[in-house]
């Protein structure tokens, strides 16, 4: 699987987790706030800051009623206007600079989710080094052929998104010029559950598609993410603010500070754990043989004496004949007087 550079930093099996941060709507529309969002994250450890690019304009419409009133039961948003929402939870594109300049001085990388073309062309002016297309937009061809069209690495979220519309969309990205594709297994509910993640996905995306793959995790906590790494995952992406008691369009299912750190050290020391396929003690385990059980004398001997099961012992440390002899030695005779607690060895039997 070829490797993807982003930034300073290389994404692929042979490198620890490229962890981002999701900022979303968490800035609770204070730039101050946004800019402690980043230096939390890169204290957390993280690679990389990402934001979303829209207004609510470029969203959906201004209507308040109908297909555009959340009323869904189970729906956190539920009785707001999808107009409000996105007027609640976008990022100010004016923002954007100085949250990247911040990213760029805590020394981690900083991208974005665009929501349409206008949003790409503005992400273009301030040169991000790659890009994101979320779940609902992963059936947005026209979209994913304009950021393909950028000839910079592409995340993409699957979310909701059969196997033919994932076709679609791989497709669509190679043939406009992506050449660096990342797949993201996400199951798009807020908060998810780890009974409906299905995480045994991603090794699947990866042989379906052959590319680089990951998880968008909207589970609480750090188990599923850390599992993906098992699976194969070299990306993983939660969402993240300063403290979930203030608030925000994102926070129920968001990650606080010591929860992202915990993150990143348990997702490297699950990629550290893959290693490769081997059998037998390691180079470190060597000196741990001498603890194994072997065969010992328990009880001092004369020359010519009959070993049996109540002279011979199965006993830790590992410096006698292996247990597996134990029914073969016994009638044997020893060579000469042996003392308890000797190691037996076929040099010394007749």
């Not at 957390?44 to 209507?63: E, H, P, R, S």
Request: a negative charge.
């Amino acid at each position: 699987m070829n490797e993807i550079k982003i930034g300073n930093y290389i994404i692929g099996p042979g490198h620890r987790p490229f962890v981002i941060a999701e900022m979303s709507g968490n800035h609770n529309q204070s730039l101050d706030r946004a800019l402690k969002i980043v230096d939390a994250a890169a204290d957390a450890g993280v690679q990389a800051l990402k934001l979303q690019t829209y207004t609510a304009d470029t969203m959906t419409l201004n209507i308040h009623s109908g297909d555009f009133f959340i009323d869904d039961a189970n729906n956190m948003w539920k009785g707001s206007s999808l107009y409000d929402l996105y007027e609640q939870a976008y990022t100010p594109w004016e923002w954007h600079k100085p949250i990247f300049n911040r990213c760029k001085e805590r020394g981690i990388v900083a991208f974005s989710t665009p929501f349409d073309e206008t949003a790409v062309d503005f992400l273009e002016t301030l040169d991000v080094p790659a890009y994101k297309i979320a779940s609902f937009e992963n059936t947005d061809i026209p979209l994913i052929k304009k950021v393909a069209s950028t000839g910079k690495p592409l995340i993409i979220s699957t979310g909701m998104a059969t196997i033919a519309e994932l076709d679609d969309s791989v497709r669509a990205a190679r043939d406009a010029g992506c050449q660096q594709l990342i797949l993201l297994k996400c199951t798009s509910t807020y908060p998810s559950t780890p009974e409906n993640t299905n995480i045994v996905t991603i090794p699947h995306l990866k042989e379906l598609f052959g590319c680089q793959v990951g998880i968008s995790d909207h589970t609480l906590g750090i188990g599923v993410s850390v599992a993906s790494v098992a699976l194969g995952g070299t990306v993983i992406e939660k969402h993240f603010t300063l403290d979930r008691y203030d608030g925000g369009v994102d926070s129920t299912f968001s990650m606080e500070p010591a929860e992202m750190s915990s993150l990143v050290i348990e997702a490297e020391r699950a990629w550290q754990s893959l290693g490769k396929i081997t059998y037998g003690p390691t180079v470190k385990e060597q000196a741990s043989l001498k603890h194994r059980r072997s065969l010992y004398l328990g009880e001092n001997m004369k020359a010519g004496e009959i070993l049996t099961k109540e002279n011979v012992r199965i006993i830790r440390p590992g410096k006698g004949l292996s247990p597996k002899y134990f029914e073969t030695i016994l009638g044997a005779r020893l060579k000469q007087d042996t003392a308890k607690g000797t190691p037996l060895d076929w040099n010394l039997l007749i």
